[in-house]
């Protein structure tokens, strides 16, 4: 949370977070804004300023104690002071305020959770793998998972820490600093890291030992929910082909440039490396705009030849899904939107060079490689 001393709650957005609507102006974040304010699943601490003080505002203005006390220790110095102003105004107001905050504590079958579960996730990178990072507290401490997950063994590089809670405060601000993750619900992050732990156990027989430590400190009612969670509740079903048509690889690169490093086989880049330089050589398109059309035909091969690996595809699959709850966590709805339609597109079989992320990612990697290798004949720039 951007640390403003002059901020302030916005009379707008706390009347709009107390009615469940979304202002035209809503900023990102507003999504979780609403999530913190209904069931206390979101996390203000990375909003921004303004947004966090109007929730709190909103959870003052309903008499939500429990959302209020729940920011009693939390590991932002300005809104755990502005949660403590809040209480002192609800009790003066006569609102019934115990001295022990029910939300700081409470119990979960075997899990006592004494500090809020957090979790952190990002975007798939080069190699297919998405980073994420996962704290939990119980009556024997705060355990941290880290890792990634995704590619072709579903989990790798995981740590697994028992830490204090001092040590816990500066893992989440690393956390809330890094650019490459973005905090999502705790069911969220539990979700995809299960599904990531559910194919490394597909390939190897086992899952890691790590991952069945951080399960023994969670209790089995997050572990199901974790399950169930239908990460597209909300989104449409049907696939938007106008929409997938209005897609263009320059914009994809600029806004969303995680699509430039999604993971296609070796061996389609390999063969279109290889059409891309006979192209440039052969006397069969003398003209500049035969030898371009020739090149356009190379990519949209390569493209096709990417998703035709059945097990690809289902990961590219994966990797949207996790695109789409970091973009939704973010605020940035239209693009989850989005990148959501092209995973119905990758559902329903269509063919990659009708994909602009697939073309995208192609024409960055090949670019880069012939950068490298010196042989840039016939090659252009990708956009932008």
């Known amino acids: 949370m951007a640390k403003k001393k002059t901020a302030k709650p916005m009379n707008a957005?706390?009347?709009?977070?107390?009615?469940?609507?979304?202002?035209d102006d809503a900023p990102e974040g507003w999504a979780v804004a609403e999530e913190w304010l209904a069931d206390g699943s979101g996390s203000l601490e990375s909003l921004d300023e303004r947004l966090a003080l109007s929730a709190l505002e909103a959870a003052v203005?309903?008499?939500?104690v429990e959302r209020v006390q729940g920011l009693d220790d939390s590991p932002d110095k300005e809104l755990r002071k502005a949660a403590r102003r809040a209480l002192h105004r609800l009790r003066s107001a006569g609102v019934d305020v115990a001295d022990t905050a029910p939300a700081k504590r409470f119990s979960l079958s075997a899990e006592v959770v004494d500090i809020p579960s957090r979790a952190f996730l990002g975007h798939a990178h080069q190699e297919g793998y998405a980073p994420f990072l996962l704290t939990a507290t119980d009556a024997e401490g705060s355990c941290i998972l880290a890792g990634e997950i995704g590619g072709g063994e579903g989990v790798r590089n995981t740590t697994h820490l028992h830490v204090t809670r001092r040590d816990l405060r500066e893992v989440w601000k690393d956390a809330e600093g890094n650019a490459d993750l973005v905090e999502v619900?705790?069911?969220?992050?539990?979700?995809?890291?299960k599904r990531g732990m559910e194919s490394a156990r597909a390939l190897l027989g086992r899952s890691p030992h790590d991952w069945d430590h951080f399960l023994g400190h969670i209790s089995k009612g997050t572990v199901t929910a974790a399950q169930l969670l239908d990460t597209a509740d909300g989104l449409s079903a049907e696939?938007?082909?106008?929409?997938?048509?209005?897609?263009?690889?320059?914009?994809?690169?600029?806004?969303?440039e995680w699509f430039r490093f999604w993971p296609v086989p070796d061996e389609a880049i390999g063969a279109l490396f290889e059409d891309l330089s006979a192209a440039a050589a052969s006397d069969l398109a003398p003209t500049e705009e035969a030898q371009a059309e020739r090149?356009?035909?190379?990519?949209?091969?390569?493209a096709d030849a990417a998703l035709s690996d059945a097990v690809v595809r289902k990961r590219w699959q994966e990797y949207l899904r996790i695109s789409v709850a970091v973009l939704r966590a973010q605020g940035q709805d239209a693009k989850a939107a989005e990148v959501h339609n092209l995973g119905l597109a990758l559902a329903a079989g269509?063919?990659?060079?009708?994909?602009?992320?697939?073309?995208?990612?192609?024409?960055?990697?090949?670019?880069?490689m012939a950068s490298m290798m010196g042989q840039m004949d016939g090659m252009e720039p990708p956009a932008p």
């Open 61 to 64: 203005a309903t008499q939500a």
């Open 13 to 23: 957005w706390v009347d709009a977070l107390r009615a469940g609507t979304a202002p």
């Open 295 to 302: 090149r356009e035909d190379a990519f949209e091969k390569a």
């Open 350 to 368: 269509l063919p990659g060079h009708k994909l602009a992320p697939v073309l995208a990612s192609l024409r960055f990697q090949t670019f880069k």
């Open 185 to 193: 619900s705790f069911v969220t992050g539990m979700h995809f890291v």
């Open 239 to 256: 696939l938007d082909e106008a929409g997938l048509a209005q897609l263009d690889e320059g914009k994809l690169l600029a806004e969303r």
